[in-house]
């Protein structure tokens, strides 16, 4: 019997056991975060990898697809609750389009940098466009809009790995760089908001450098991630779909233009506060599900078939953010 034949009650209750387990190993996660101070992404990841060998038990495959992908897709949808175009005016055009430029050029030098070590330019989007725009979220976004048969489940849980441990250096190593070049507060914020990869490691380095510098790296970092959709359409627009393919499709997914649609709305200002931070925080738990069920689902033996070789490009990608990040700062930001 086909889905569409499928009795609706029948086809929600294939959802639960899948759902379920998500949802249990996403709650012990988050215990361990929060009582440990360790990234909330990384536990997931690790608590959903444990669990691996429940990818195996045919009853839980729905769940875990549902939740890898269209609570995944929700999840980004949500994300656009954090922009305002207030908040990025507030930049200035120099620093504007000095972000715009280090998420190009970053974005590029994953794919670059994927390709020169043998891997495809797909697999290269997914780790620049990580570094470049918001971390683990941008990569759960970017691997929706590639699909498996372009990023597997397997290269987005080495990327997610990848980013989480190069987060937390960031966030460790960043703030100390900037005192070293002897960058004000303001520029402190900027080299930070434009380069450290998830969102709360940015707000952690930049708070931690001084108050004004937090602020200066808080509205950075929503720059960034407001050019989650601009990215995600080059993407979709450069990098084939199928082998030997020179373009792809131009229709954007569903969820590239709710975030733009809902983006807009809150610029707007009619969002109330109270609704944006609940929206700011299901985003939050909907795509630590979908970390969760990723990690669940992931071939562990194409995790190693490659050794540390596809973190290279993440590491490329995270350089060259640093570096035109501290350039900016130093001489565009005053």
């Known amino acids: 019997m086909s889905d569409a034949a499928t009795p609706l009650p029948a086809r929600l209750r294939a959802h639960i056991p899948g759902l379920a387990v998500t949802l ?8 361990v975060s929060d009582h440990y101070g360790a990234p909330l992404t990384l536990m997931c990841l690790l608590f959903g990898l444990a669990l691996n ?36 005016a507030q930049l200035g055009p120099v620093a504007l389009l000095a972000v715009v430029a280090i998420v190009a050029v970053t974005l590029a030098t994953g794919v670059l940098a994927a390709r020169a070590l043998g891997f495809t330019a797909a697999f290269g989007a997914l780790c620049g466009g ?67 990869h998830d969102v709360a490691q940015t707000l952690g380095a930049g708070y931690a450098f ?19 959709a601009p990215a995600m359409m080059a993407v979709a627009v450069f990098i084939p779909r199928e082998p030997g ?45 979908a970390v969760t069920a990723t990690g669940i689902r992931s071939q562990m033996q194409a995790l190693t078939q490659e050794g540390p070789r596809p973190l290279l490009a993440i590491v490329a990608a995270t350089l060259a953010a640093l570096a035109l990040s501290a350039l900016a700062a130093a001489f565009l930001i005053r």
């Open 24 to 31: 249990l190993a996403t709650l012990a996660a988050a215990y």
């Open 245 to 289: 393919a020179k373009i792809a499709e131009h229709v954007l997914p569903w969820f590239v233009i709710g975030f733009f649609g809902l983006a807009a709305v809150n610029s707007l200002g009619v969002i109330p506060a109270a609704a944006a931070d609940v929206s700011v925080k299901a985003s939050t738990w909907l795509l630590a599900c």
């Open 130 to 196: 990580a570094v470049a725009i918001c971390g683990a979220s941008a990569a759960m976004a970017f691997a929706s809009l590639l699909g498996e048969r372009r990023a597997s489940q397997a290269q987005l849980t080495l990327v997610l790995v990848g980013i989480s441990a190069m987060s937390a250096v960031a966030m460790t190593l960043y703030p100390v760089l900037a005192h070293h070049f002897g960058l004000s507060e303001t520029q402190a914020g900027f080299m930070l908001g434009a380069s450290i």
């Open 53 to 88: 060998f429940l990818s195996a038990d045919p009853r839980l495959a729905v769940g875990l697809a549902f939740a890898s992908r269209t609570l995944l897709r929700w999840g980004i949808v949500l994300v656009a609750a954090r922009v305002t175009l207030t908040q990025i």
């Open 210 to 228: 001084s108050q004004i510098a937090g602020q200066t790296a808080t509205i950075v970092k929503l720059a960034r991630v407001a050019l989650l």
